[in-house]
């Protein structure tokens, strides 16, 4: 408890800022311990989604009207301020897209499209559904072979048969940043430079990491990364793909529409410039302003101090719940941060959820979109309680009560 | 048959019963209780046809027509899931399929246990209670 007053920042001053914090639910003061899923937002983001619908709402790029160029410019400066804390070289590398899904799909049929029968992608054992489904979906379509990196039973990903799997035929490979699960911090430096030596690209799912550190694309020369804003203090139904500029320009649009051409004709249509050329008709322009404001918001947090913080979490939770006789902790990476991850001898996650829920106590039970890494630890599903900045020591000691008095209820 | 009370009344027993407990926690260590007690279905009979599958927990239904009257029993691999089985088998156990069929459970939302009975829950329930009445108009048409 005494290490987190000698923070350099000041978590109930944060806490202050997240109105969704300060209610009650079943007569509770509500923990919220979900933040894998989707996380709060600061009150600077709900104002400014009030203020855009209020006094800018138009569509951009296509008004000469005072409106109009307004709302383009506030987007286009919500896209410039993205570029800049992820170091992009230019903001044509920003592209704004519907979540971390989406742009795994841009992805997988655009550059999919370049590849040819027999190339492989390569992803790990601990991938979310959405950096499964749709590399098998074109798999499927353009017969080329999806490997999967094994993990050893600690939830960290085996270096040595990665690099077993590299070869010239690797075309991709695509991994999560964080795993949403476990909590596991992969090592994608160094992996994302292992397949730059065989040649091919690599994409960071960064749906789990974004919220958590500083990411600067440059120092780890991904060729693409991705993330959802809603996970981001953001909105929902917005994100970002980024993807380095001439790689961007090789590939073929995605979607056809509006925005994304220069000239059309009958007989042939040229398409717009990047960012626009993948980001066809009216795009979530709420969603990409309010977007940059959640960024202006963890513009001003000590990013080092929410990492000390963040673990110091994740450590004293895992501590206090290892105590807990029949519960194992799933995911024991040497690098992990966040997320705890566990289960119970006996007793179904469905039933912890639930009686944590009436307690006040929000947690996500299941399998987090991870069904292959389910079957790996040969459980049907976990109970996940999920950290943010806001969180702290004294929720978790709130959590472990509840959990308590859920257990004695189900024996 | 063994003669079934009125379908309505038994909703109304239960939310009486529901009355008395002060607070969610109450109720849900009633449901456990339930649920504990529940008797399960016999392990042959847990099959794929009669799995109900749902994200978080998993339902197994057991139906038949017996003397006029609907025969359930079901099993669940989570116990709160598997109380409110109880409770719903309470409900629907002898009665006529006809009644099952066209019959409003209006006690789930009275008692409060709606949420886990919403499409987007997914805890095997919702399915199947559409099992139950499926059932009971199948052996309608049966006869
Ligand atoms: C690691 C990871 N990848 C991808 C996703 C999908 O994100 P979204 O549903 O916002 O597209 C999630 C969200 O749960 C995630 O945790």
């Not at chain 1, 969704?20 to 989604?49: C, E, M, W």
């Not at chain 1, 286009?76 to 590398?93: F, G, H, P, V, Y």
């Not at chain 1, 380095?244 to 320009?249: A, C, P, Q, R, T």
């Not at chain 1, 994304?260 to 004709?265: D, G, S």
Request: proline letters at 3%; charged letters at 25%.
């Amino acid at each position: 408890m005494s290490a987190l007053q000698n923070l350099p920042f000041n978590v109930r001053e944060i806490r202050e800022q997240f109105p969704a914090l300060r209610q009650q639910v079943y007569g509770k003061n509500l923990i919220y311990f979900d933040n894998g899923a989707t996380s709060q937002k600061p009150q600077l983001v709900l104002d400014a989604i009030n203020h855009y619908y209020s006094k800018e709402n138009a569509n951009i790029h296509r008004g000469v009207h005072y409106l109009s160029q307004r709302a383009t410019t506030e987007y286009e400066a919500a896209r410039t301020r993205i570029q800049k804390r992820l170091n992009a070289k230019s903001s044509n590398e920003i592209i704004f897209t519907k979540g971390t899904t989406d742009g795994i799909n841009l992805v997988a049929s655009s550059f999919g499209n370049m590849l040819q029968a027999g190339d492989e992608i390569i992803i790990s054992a601990m991938e979310h559904h959405s950096n499964i489904v749709p590399w098998q979906m074109l798999c499927e379509r353009k017969g080329l072979f999806l490997r999967v990196i094994p993990i050893n039973f600690e939830g960290e990903i085996l270096q040595d048969e990665y690099e077993k799997l590299l070869s010239k035929k690797t075309k991709l490979v695509a991994i999560t940043h964080i795993s949403n699960t476990l909590g596991t911090v992969n090592p994608i430096k160094e992996m994302i430079a292992k397949a730059h030596n065989v040649g091919a690209k690599f994409l960071v799912d960064g749906a789990q990491s974004i919220q958590h550190m500083s990411i600067d694309v440059r120092d780890l020369n991904c060729d693409f990364f991705v993330f959802s804003g809603h996970k981001v203090f953001g909105p929902t139904g917005i994100g970002v793909l980024y993807g380095k500029e001439d790689l961007l320009d090789q590939m073929p649009p995605y979607q056809g529409g509006g925005d994304m051409i220069a000239k059309v004709t009958f007989e042939r249509t040229t398409y717009n410039e990047l960012p626009y050329k993948f980001e066809a008709g009216t795009p979530h322009i709420a969603g990409g302003i309010c977007l940059g404001k959640a960024f202006e918001y963890i513009e001003s947090i000590d990013f080092k101090a929410v990492e000390v913080h963040e673990r110091a979490l994740a450590d004293y939770a895992s501590q206090v719940l290892e105590t807990f006789e029949g519960l194992t902790i799933i995911g024991d990476a040497k690098n992990k941060t966040s997320v705890v991850s566990f289960s119970l001898k006996d007793l179904h996650p469905f039933d912890i959820g639930t009686l944590l829920d009436k307690q006040g106590i929000a947690v996500r039970t299941g399998h987090h979109c991870t069904q292959p890494l389910m079957d790996f630890y040969k459980i049907p599903g976990t109970v996940r309680a999920s950290f943010a900045f806001y969180n702290t020591i004294e929720e978790i000691d709130a959590f472990v009560i509840a959990l308590e008095r859920s257990l004695n209820m189900l024996k | 048959m063994e003669t079934s009370m009125d379908i309505n009344k038994i909703q109304e027993e239960i939310i009486s019963e529901f009355e008395m407990f002060d607070d969610w926690m109450e109720k849900y260590e009633y449901l456990i209780e339930l649920g504990k007690d529940l008797p399960i279905i016999a392990e042959e009979l847990k099959t794929e046809d009669r799995l109900i599958e749902g994200c978080q927990s998993r339902v197994w239904l057991n139906a038949a027509l017996i003397d006029g009257g609907m025969s359930f029993s079901a099993d669940s691999d989570a116990i709160i899931t598997k109380g409110i089985i109880g409770l719903l088998i309470r409900v629907m156990n002898h009665q006529k399929p006809e009644i099952i069929a066209s019959n409003d459970l209006f006690f789930i939302k009275e008692i409060g246990l709606q949420e886990h009975l919403s499409p987007s829950r997914s805890n095997g329930l919702l399915g199947m209670v559409k099992r139950m009445k499926l059932e009971a108009i199948k052996s309608l048409n049966k006869k």
